[in-house]
Each structure stands twice: as C-alpha cells, then as structure tokens.
C-alpha cells in the first residue's frame, strides 16, 4: 500500500509518535512524508525522507506518487485531508491529539463533526479514549472513531535488568501549557528537602523568547532544574536514571492532553505523578501513578521510592497499550 502522511512539523525531537509511526509503517507499506506548517527547530538525526512545503503546493508529486491512503495527525488538517482526498479520490484517516480536541472548548471537532460524519473519504478520526465520549456527546458519530492511547516503540524502553535511578524528571514540549514556571517553583522545594536529587527537563527550545524567559526565571531560583536536549533514540536510557516523572500542566489553560512522556515513563519504570488537571486523567495515569493537586502532594509521594509492585504492573499496562507494532494493526484493518 501507498500512504501519503502529513505530519505537520516532522521531524521535531518533540514529534516522536510521528517518528515511531512512519518507521512502522515503512516496514511493509510505501511512504511518502510530507512536513509543513510548523518550524522544525531541533530535528531528531535519525529521520526518513520528507519534503517541506504545503501539501497542496506538493500536488504534482503526490500525483505521480499515487497514494492509496492518507493519513495525518491532527484534526485542524481536515480540510487539507478533504480537498486532496477529492481530488486523488482516496481515502483518508485522522490521529487527532490534544490541543486540536482541547483548545477552546472542543472548538476544532465541533467545527469538524457535520464534515467527519458526512464525508465519504473519512474513514476515522483517531482519538485518545479520554476524549472518546466526549466528541460522541458534541455529535460525531461513534463509527467515525477510533479510541487509540499514544504510541511508542514500546519495547525499546522496558529494561527491567537495569535498575531506575534516584533522580526526577519532566519534558514536553516547550509551551506556557505546561506550567513550567510552576514545576521550577516545585523543584525549588525538592531540592531543598532532597538535595542530592538532580531535576532535568527534557525538552528543545521551540519559541526563543519564551524559552528565555524559563531561563531567567529558573535562574531567579537558584536553578534547581536542568534544562537538556536529546535525541530519541538516546532517551531510553535516560529514563532509567530517574525514580519519578513529575508533569505538571496548567491550570488555567487545561490542554494538556496525553503526554506521550507517560507512556514512555511507565514502560521505563519510572513512576509517573501527573498534575490532576481533569478527573478523567486517572485512567491514563492509571492506579499505579498520581494525580497531584498541590506541591505539599508530591513532596510526600516522593519521600519513599516508587513502589515496586506498581512499577511491574506499569510496566505491564504499557506492553499492552501503547505498543506501536500493535496499534498500527488496527490502523491498517481501519485502510
């Protein structure tokens, strides 16, 4: 089979579930990737072939690639994905995220539903199950959809030999969303009470005057967070340096969805303690991590290390939900 995959910003550090994706599926199908849109800042090294410009100005060459199937991530691209499925007369999939169903009270898939349910060449919008009830209530069909945790080339960061370090990490992409200012504020009292504990945000810099002012801002507190960039395939093992991921996220603009560093974290064995953003995040959390309401919280939880049995169960919810080589299956029975 043929896939044209629009990946908007491909191939990001921070884009890994687009990285994980079209290897998998490079395996058996042809591909052709195209990248637009969005400013590829730090570019992971190890990226298969892509072209930069607007689908719609790639027509040409997408016609002489005679795709069988679209797919893309992200449900703002739907108009995209219709225009050029009308003309290539193909079908189209959708992997939608977080901000596109967060942003605005669910503006973008209410916009999107009359479309999705009437258009012949949607065949799913894949969704995070958080979200799978809710774009039902707002009137898109439930057969138009697909429930589909993050993905990760899971087996690539489980490692049960190697024990987990002491330390404490975060990540995510650089963005007012995560509250980051709030998690140096946190830092600032670990390290106060613990400290010999290292405290790395793994991260790029992805807006230069907002990165600056994280900078000056961690700086104003004694720098208690180290700030690093690394590249993909390094990151598994530098989750097995650290005991607990601490993500934190903001209260006010509530769209933080599914961080894909959860994922990751659960099958490298670190403990996961998530801000209790909405109550519907114990699910992806799971009863082997935290929800958080305040710093008092996580001060408590990482007094001990992370408990041993939850860790083996973690690790074993992540074999079964978020394995790439499994969920591309069921994408491929959807084509």
């Known amino acids: 089979m043929k896939i044209l995959l629009l990946y908007k910003g491909y191939p990001r550090i921070s884009h890994g579930y687009q990285s994980v994706e079209a290897i998998e599926l490079n395996k058996n199908h042809e591909i052709m990737i195209?990248?637009?849109?969005?400013?590829?800042f730090?570019?992971?090294?190890?990226?298969?072939?892509?072209?930069?410009?607007?689908?719609?100005?790639?027509?040409?060459?997408?016609?002489k690639f005679k795709p069988d199937i679209i797919h893309s991530h992200y449900l703002?691209?739907?108009?995209?994905?219709?225009?050029?499925?009308?003309?290539?007369?193909?079908?189209?999939?959708?992997?939608?995220?977080?901000?596109?169903?967060?942003?605005?009270?669910?503006?973008?898939p209410k916009k999107y539903a009359k479309q999705i349910n009437d258009n012949k060449h949607c065949l799913k919008i894949i969704v995070f199950p958080?979200?799978?009830?809710?774009?039902?209530?707002?009137?898109?069909?439930?057969?138009?959809?697909?429930?589909?945790?993050?993905?990760?080339?899971?087996n690539k960061f489980i490692n049960l030999e190697i024990e987990n370090g002491p330390h404490i990490m975060s990540g995510g992409a650089f963005l007012p969303k995560k509250n980051i200012k709030g998690f140096i504020i946190l830092s600032k009292k670990i390290k106060e009470?613990?400290?010999?504990?290292?405290?790395?945000?793994?991260?790029?810099?992805e807006n230069k005057s907002y990165y600056d002012e994280i900078m000056i801002f961690n700086k104003s507190h004694n720098n208690p967070v180290n700030f690093i960039t690394v590249?993909?395939?390094?990151?598994?093992?530098?989750?097995?340096?650290?005991?607990?991921?601490?993500?934190?996220?903001?209260?006010?603009?509530?769209?933080?969805?599914?961080?894909?560093?959860?994922a990751e974290a659960q099958a490298s064995g670190v403990g996961v303690i998530m801000y209790?953003?909405?109550?519907?995040?114990?699910?992806?959390?799971?009863?082997?991590?935290?929800?958080?309401?305040?710093?008092?919280?996580?001060?408590?939880?990482?007094?001990?290390?992370?408990?041993?049995?939850?860790?083996?169960?973690?690790?074993?919810?992540?074999?079964?939900?978020?394995?790439?080589?499994?969920?591309?299956?069921?994408?491929?029975?959807?084509?």
């Open 231 to 262: 590249q993909p395939e390094n990151m598994p093992m530098e989750y097995k340096k650290h005991q607990w991921l601490i993500y934190s996220a903001c209260p006010e603009k509530k769209t933080v969805g599914n961080p894909l560093m959860i």
């Open 193 to 205: 009470i613990f400290p010999n504990k290292i405290i790395s945000y793994y991260s790029v810099m």
């Open 76 to 108: 703002d691209t739907f108009d995209i994905c219709v225009k050029l499925s009308e003309t290539l007369k193909i079908p189209f999939t959708i992997k939608s995220h977080s901000f596109d169903i967060l942003d605005n009270d669910f503006y973008i």
């Open 130 to 154: 958080e979200f799978f009830n809710k774009l039902i209530s707002i009137g898109i069909k439930e057969t138009k959809l697909v429930a589909m945790y993050p993905t990760i080339d899971v």
């Open 42 to 63: 730090t570019k992971a090294n190890n990226h298969l072939p892509f072209t930069f410009n607007h689908p719609l100005k790639e027509l040409k060459n997408i016609i």
């Open 34 to 40: 195209i990248s637009y849109d969005w400013e590829l």
């Open 276 to 335: 209790n953003l909405r109550k519907n995040l114990s699910d992806y959390v799971t009863s082997n991590g935290y929800l958080y309401d305040n710093d008092a919280q996580v001060l408590e939880i990482i007094s001990n290390n992370f408990n041993e049995e939850k860790r083996n169960n973690a690790v074993e919810i992540a074999k079964d939900r978020y394995d790439i080589q499994e969920k591309i299956k069921i994408i491929e029975n959807i084509w």
